[in-house]
C-alpha cells in the first residue's frame, strides 16, 4: 500500500545522511569519549565536531550546546534545573498551550506549591504581551513558553516576549522542539536564555535531543552524575546519536529554505483545495505566523478519529487534535484553550509534512479527503440535526 506520511510534527524520517554517518559509531568506533587512549580520543573529535555543527545550526557557541535525551528532557532539565539554582522564588509562568514536556511539569509544580501560572491564548492561539509584562515579577523563577505549537503550529513572539522577561531580569526558556528546522534560529541576536530541541522531529533519531544554555546562565544539572557535558548532564554521551543529530543539524540548516518556500507552498495548497472542496471546514490557528508545515483543520460534525482510521485505511498518516483521556475523546488541550467550538474541535486533523512530501502526495490526500468527509457525516445525527436547522432558516 502506498504510504502518504503527513504527521511530521509527531516524528520525522531519518535522512539517510544521517543513518550513513552513525553507522560507523556502533560496532566500530565504540569507544568511551572519556578514555584516555586514542580509541576514545577519535570519538571525543566527533562529539566534538557534532556540537559544533549544532552550534553552527543554533547561532551559538559549542561550549552552550548540551547533548540530552529528547525534547522532554532538555524541556525538564531547563525548568527544575533553573528551579534548583534559585530556590527562594516560587512562581513560575507558562502558556495554556504547551506540550505535557512543560505543561506536565507545570502542575506538577503546582502541587509542589509553586504559584503556576499558565498564560490564556485567543481565539487565533495567540498570546497577549501585556498579559505577559503583568504576570513577571521579580518573584517569578522561569518562563518557559514554547516557540511554536506541535498541534496547530502558531508561532510565538518568542523575542517580544524574550525581551519583556528579560527586562525584567528573569530567566526565560522556550521549547522550540517544533521550530528547529522550520524557521531560522538565531541565539546570537536572541534574548532566550535556554532552548530545547529534540532530534526526531528533524530528521534525526529518536532519543536525542538538545538543550541550549546560554553563557552565564544559571543552572543546576538536572541528571547528577560524571563530568560529561562539563557537568550539566551526567552520563556516558549517546555518541552514534549526537553524531547523526550534529549531521541532522547540518542539513536543517541547508534545507531551510526548502521548508519555507516548497514546503510552505505544498501545505498552502493542501489547505486551499480542502477549504475549496469540503465545506464546514475551519483552519485553526494564526493564519500568519505559523509553521510553514502545519495545519490543524475542523471538519464540523465528524469525529476526528474516525477520519483518522478511513485516511489510514489509504495509506495516510495524518493525527487528531483529540487525547483519549479515561475513556471519553477530549478535543486538545489547545484547541479548548484555543475556545474552538466544540462541533468543530472533535473532528480536527493536523497535517505536517516535511522535505520529503511531494505535490502528488497532496493530490492523494486531496482526492480521497471529501469522499470520507461526506461519508461520515452522512452517518453524523450532528451534521444530520445542522443540515435541518440550516433548512428551516
Ligand atoms: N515539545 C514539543 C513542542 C513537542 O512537540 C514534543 C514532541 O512531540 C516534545 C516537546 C517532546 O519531545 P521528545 O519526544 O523528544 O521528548
Known amino acids: 500500500m502506498k504510504t502518504v506520511y503527513v504527521d511530521n510534527n509527531a516524528t520525522t524520517k531519518v535522512a539517510p545522511e544521517v543513518v550513513e554517518v552513525m553507522r560507523p ?13 586514542f580509541f576514545g580520543g577519535q570519538v571525543q573529535k566527533k562529539v566534538n565536531d ?14 552552550e550546546i548540551v547533548f540530552t535525551s529528547c525534547g522532554t528532557e532538555s524541556d525538564n532539565a531547563a525548568i527544575l534545573g533553573t528551579l534548583d539554582s534559585y530556590p527562594e522564588k516560587r512562581h513560575f509562568v507558562t502558556t495554556r498551550v504547551e506540550h505535557p514536556a512543560v505543561g ?21 492561539g495567540r498570546l497577549d504581551l501585556d498579559v505577559v509584562r503583568e504576570t513577571v515579577n521579580e518573584g517569578t523563577v522561569l518562563v518557559s513558553i514554547m516557540y511554536a505549537n506541535n498541534e496547530t503550529g502558531v508561532i510565538f513572539p518568542i523575542e517580544q516576549i ?33 532552548l530545547s530541541i529534540s532530534g526526531h522531529k528533524l530528521h534525526a533519531p529518536k532519543g536525542i535531543g538538545i538543550l541550549y544554555i546560554r553563557k552565564g546562565t544559571k ?24 553524531i547523526g543529530l550534529g549531521k541532522a543539524c547540518e542539513l536543517a540548516k541547508k534545507h531551510l529554505d526548502d521548508e519555507n518556500t516548497r514546503v510552505r507552498a505544498l501545505r498552502d495548497y493542501l489547505e486551499k483545495k480542502i477549504l475549496e472542496t469540503i465545506p464546514n471546514v475551519l483552519v485553526n490557528g494564526d493564519g500568519t505566523n505559523r509553521l510553514p508545515n502545519t495545519v490543524s483543520v475542523s471538519f464540523e460534525y465528524v469525529e476526528g478519529e474516525s477520519i483518522l482510521l478511513l485516511l489510514s485505511d489509504l495509506g495516510i498518516c495524518a493525527s487528531s487534535g483529540s487525547a483519549c483521556t479515561s475513556g471519553s475523546l477530549e478535543p486538545s488541550h489547545v484547541l479548548r484553550a484555543m475556545g474552538v467550538p466544540f462541533t468543530a474541535a472533535h473532528g480536527s486533523i493536523r497535517f505536517s509534512l516535511s522535505i520529503y512530501n511531494t505535490k502528488e502526495e497532496m493530490d492523494y490526500i486531496i482526492e480521497h479527503l471529501p469522499p470520507i468527509i461526506t461519508r461520515l457525516r452522512d452517518i453524523s445525527p450532528f451534521w444530520k440535526d445542522y443540515v435541518k436547522s440550516k433548512a428551516k432558516k
Open 25 to 37: 559509531y556502533f560496532s566500530e568506533f565504540y569507544g568511551n569519549p572519556s578514555s584516555m587512549h
Open 219 to 242: 543552572f543546576s544539572p538536572f541528571l547528577i552524575g560524571g563530568h560529561q557535558e562539563k557537568g550539566r548532564r551526567g552520563g556516558t554521551e549517546n555518541v552514534p546519536y549526537i
Open 104 to 124: 506536565n511539569v507545570s502542575t506538577y509544580l503546582g502541587r509542589k506549591g509553586y504559584r503556576v501560572t499558565e498564560l490564556p491564548v485567543d481565539r487565533e
Open 162 to 194: 524574550g525581551e519583556i522577561v528579560k527586562g525584567k531580569g528573569i530567566p526565560f526558556h522556550t521549547d522550540a522542539v517544533q521550530a528547529a528546522g522550520k524557521i531560522p534560529l538565531n541565539m546570537k541576536k536572541s534574548s532566550v536564555d535556554m
Open 50 to 63: 557534532a556540537r559544533e555543527q549544532a552550534a553552527d545550526f543554533l547561532g551559538a557557541e559549542p561550549s
